[in-house]
């Protein structure tokens, strides 16, 4: 196993050394809710947006800021396909779960995706990371009923209104604990309604894992 980004020989089984580890945008203060950065390293906290509104998830696992090196593997795969870096970046969020004691769901369920991008991208980002992973992969308990609009450019209530009702769950029975994995959390638009659709359904405890978080969330 070699560096992704030096060639040195990797660590761990990672494609990736040492010191190029250490240069990786790591999100250390956060909210232990929604994993916003947070400038302080102090204690655990909740952010004011968890305060005043909380979400319907229970954590965020988010590894990364969304910044560079971590910003352009993450497209490298969406928009170029590169699947070995799914393999990278899910191999670092696997191991970051474990280093971190992160409880094993009953299942992991990857944001999905509408069927017309899916023909379009030929591989869901969100599937491809969770694979990586040593948990139960249970992709088929739900799907987008609807497609959606790109979030960018709409203001809060857009991106509420924009995702309302966009998934709909296919099984009687939705596992109690499950993580819903997606690529990157930027508003949390579309993992809030997801959540809200699974607990609805039965599930009690639903934790979102993404790779990188954006210094933005609403709800
Ligand atoms: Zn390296
Ligand atoms: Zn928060």
């Known amino acids: 196993m070699r560096c992704r980004f030096c060639a040195a020989p990797g660590v761990n089984g990672l494609e ?110 969100a599937l491809e990371l969770a694979r990586r992973l040593d948990a139960p992969l249970a992709p088929q308990i739900v799907r987008r009923s609807r497609a959606t609009a790109a979030q960018t450019g709409l203001d809060r209530s857009e991106r509420r209104s924009n995702t309302r009702g966009a998934f709909q769950v296919t099984t009687r029975h939705v596992p109690a604990h499950v993580a819903v994995i997606d690529d990157v959390l930027t508003t949390g638009a579309t993992v809030t309604e997801l959540t809200k659709t699974l607990r609805r359904a039965g599930a009690e405890r639903v934790e979102i894992w993404v790779m990188a978080r954006t210094p933005q969330l609403d709800r």
């Open 16 to 125: 990736l050394c040492e010191p190029c580890a250490a240069e990786l945008p790591w999100l250390d203060a956060q909210c232990r809710q929604c994993a916003l950065p947070l400038t302080d390293t102090g204690e655990e906290r909740l952010c004011g947006g968890c305060l005043r509104h909380p979400p319907p998830f229970r954590h965020v696992r988010a590894p990364f800021r969304y910044c560079h090196p971590i910003d352009a593997l993450l497209k490298a795969l969406k928009y170029g396909g590169d699947l070995a870096a799914a393999r990278c970046l899910g191999d670092l969020l696997a191991d970051y779960l474990h280093r971190r004691g992160v409880a094993v769901p009953d299942a992991v369920i990857p944001v999905p995706l509408h069927p017309q991008r899916l023909r379009q991208r030929g591989f869901n980002q």
